[in-house]
């Protein structure tokens, strides 16, 4: 394949053999470019590193021949670290099982387990000593409290003197969200004192705790593994959803580290992505123009860019065309919740057509471990949990959304109906081309990350008002929109101007 001038500077930046990032907008041509540059690069030994294990097997396919080996952070650190955990790495932490196995009672009981809980993730993900207010997680209650105290006490301001009745009705309410502010602040001592309780326990050999995956990786990167015995570079992909330990691990190294990524794909900074593209400072090269998409989605998109602040900006396929139409169309459905994937799939079941979905694996997962669950004989992920009850508290917290998302599929559906729709649906997470053979696709704005589709149609729930406020819901609209190869179906142009079909 013939580079653009783009791709041939970013092989000639790596043939220098110094770190530097290749900041790569969507579509651009950024797995070729890597496989240029190991093939640029003969004789040495390479190693691509990315997050997802699926992503990294197509990886290692297109890196055949040249030197470059392909896989993930954690596989690098589980025969080591990793394997020693057995069984303890396929249970869930909760904050139930925390309650009961440490012995957190009282009145906030909940509170405190949940900040507990989201403080050790938090510590995990850094390469600290030992717990501290720097890794606390407030969790719901307090977060709420902060925002209403912040919102009381700006309110305080405008109320004019002379309006008793407003002044001590804030008074009152301010009265009572200091109050909660300052129960936050004591548990939170408690909750770091805890955490450090929870990792010690959980770091044990011979423990019952559940093991999170970050604590083997975490143990993994604290040896300082020297990179180069075994290669002579790196290749970091998707570098802007890397967290602090990953960094930790690539900066620390002899050789050199080409950080390839696009900033405005960050859509994981609630996981703790610190987003190398804009925090290293290293000599960087641009990827702009599109192997994907015409001019007239790349427009589309670039709307998104400028509202993000990008100093650089898509342009199309040259001699392609690509059509940007207002309405529903398109075999691939983009939604923002799992929800509205499940609502696609069964509308396309009922008709008889072949469809595909991600996440199918997962679903499935879950739908085993939580009937059995609700049988009374808890296993696999949720053997940690009492009850369905349980199970449900915990999804009301802020540790457990994702499940939440799952439960209400089940209200809606029903075990039986969702089960017999995920066997029936062809999964997308085993062959990205495996689209290509289903007359409808159903997936997540986040799921589609890195996959394309000849038509896609963008379901109304990413173009509500007010989540695109936030910068992260509008990078994900930016992923969603760049899916399309050749047709773009959504209800509003842009951020959501609406205008006719052209």
């Keep these: 394949m013939q580079l653009t001038d783009e791709q041939k500077a970013a092989v000639a930046m790596a043939m220098r053999r110094e770190s530097f990032k290749i900041s790569a907008l969507a579509g651009t041509g950024k797995t070729t470019t890597l496989v240029a540059i190991a093939s640029a690069l003969p004789g040495l030994r390479g190693l691509y590193l990315s997050f997802n294990k699926i992503i990294a097997l197509e990886a290692q396919k297109k890196f055949s021949g040249t030197g470059c080996e392909a896989r993930t952070f954690h596989s690098l650190a589980f025969s080591g670290f990793g394997k020693k955990y057995g069984a303890r790495l396929n249970k869930r932490l909760n904050p139930g099982y925390l309650r009961s196995r440490f012995h957190i009672t009282g009145d906030h009981a909940f509170t405190l387990s949940e900040m507990v809980l989201g403080t050790v993730g938090k510590f995990l993900r850094t390469a600290d000593n030992t717990v501290s207010m720097d890794h606390i997680h407030w969790g719901?209650?307090?977060?709420?409290?902060?925002?209403?105290?912040?919102?009381?006490?700006?309110?305080?301001?405008?109320?004019?003197?002379?309006?008793?009745?407003?002044?001590?009705?804030?008074?009152?309410?301010?009265?009572?969200?200091?109050?909660?502010?300052?129960?936050?602040?004591?548990?939170?001592?408690?909750?770091?004192?805890?955490?450090?309780?929870?990792?010690?326990?959980?770091?044990?050999?011979?423990?019952?705790?559940?093991?999170?995956?970050?604590?083997?990786?975490?143990?993994?990167?604290?040896?300082?593994?020297?990179l180069s015995r075994s290669y002579d570079y790196l290749l970091f992909d998707e570098a802007q959803d890397a967290d602090g330990l990953m960094l930790l691990l690539t900066e620390a190294q002899k050789i050199p580290v080409f950080y390839v990524g696009d900033a405005f794909q960050q859509i994981y900074a609630w996981r703790g992505a610190k987003n190398a593209m804009q925090s290293l400072d290293l000599p960087e090269t641009q990827l702009t123009t599109s192997f994907r998409f015409g001019q007239e989605i790349a427009d589309d998109a670039n709307v998104v860019l400028e509202s993000l602040g990008a100093r650089h900006f898509l342009r199309g396929r040259p001699g392609f065309t690509s059509r940007v139409l207002v309405g529903g169309g398109g075999k691939a459905v983009i939604s923002r919740t799992?929800?509205?994937?499940?609502?696609?799939?069964?509308?396309?079941?009922?008709?008889?057509?072949?469809?595909?979905?991600?996440?199918?694996?997962?679903?499935?997962?879950?739908?085993?471990?939580?009937?059995?669950?609700?049988?009374?004989?808890?296993?696999?992920?949720?053997?940690?949990?009492?009850?369905?009850?349980?199970?449900?508290?915990?999804?009301?917290?802020?540790?457990?959304?994702?499940?939440?998302?799952?439960?209400?599929?089940?209200?809606?559906?029903?075990?039986?109906?969702?089960?017999?729709?995920?066997?029936?649906?062809?999964?997308?997470?085993?062959?990205?081309?495996?689209?290509?053979?289903?007359?409808?696709?159903?997936?997540?704005?986040?799921?589609?990350?890195?996959?394309?589709?000849?038509?896609?149609?963008?379901?109304?729930?990413?173009?509500?008002?007010?989540?695109?406020?936030?910068?992260?819901?509008?990078?994900?609209?930016?992923?969603?929109?760049?899916?399309?190869?050749?047709v773009l179906h959504q209800p509003m142009m842009g951020l959501g101007m609406r205008t006719d079909s052209k």
């Design 140 to 226: 719901d209650m307090c977060a709420s409290a902060f925002a209403m105290k912040k919102e009381l006490d700006e309110a305080a301001r405008y109320i004019s003197d002379d309006d008793l009745s407003e002044k001590s009705k804030n008074n009152q309410l301010r009265a009572r969200a200091d109050m909660e502010v300052k129960l936050c602040h004591r548990l939170s001592k408690e909750a770091v004192k805890m955490a450090q309780t929870v990792f010690e326990e959980m770091s044990r050999t011979g423990s019952d705790v559940p093991v999170s995956h970050d604590l083997y990786l975490r143990e993994y990167i604290l040896t300082k593994p020297d």
């Design 338 to 486: 799992n929800e509205g994937v499940m609502a696609s799939i069964q509308a396309a079941l009922s008709r008889g057509v072949r469809a595909g979905a991600s996440g199918r694996r997962g679903i499935l997962g879950f739908l085993r471990d939580y009937e059995s669950l609700v049988n009374g004989r808890p296993t696999g992920a949720f053997s940690l949990f009492k009850d369905d009850g349980d199970l449900r508290s915990f999804a009301d917290s802020d540790g457990g959304k994702d499940l939440a998302v799952f439960l209400k599929l089940v209200d809606t559906y029903g075990l039986d109906e969702l089960r017999d729709a995920m066997e029936r649906v062809v999964d997308l997470d085993t062959d990205k081309d495996a689209w290509r053979g289903c007359d409808h696709i159903a997936i997540t704005a986040h799921k589609s990350k890195g996959m394309e589709f000849d038509e896609v149609s963008l379901a109304e729930d990413l173009f509500f008002p007010k989540r695109l406020e936030s910068e992260e819901e509008r990078r994900l609209l930016y992923v969603a929109k760049t899916r399309a190869i050749r």
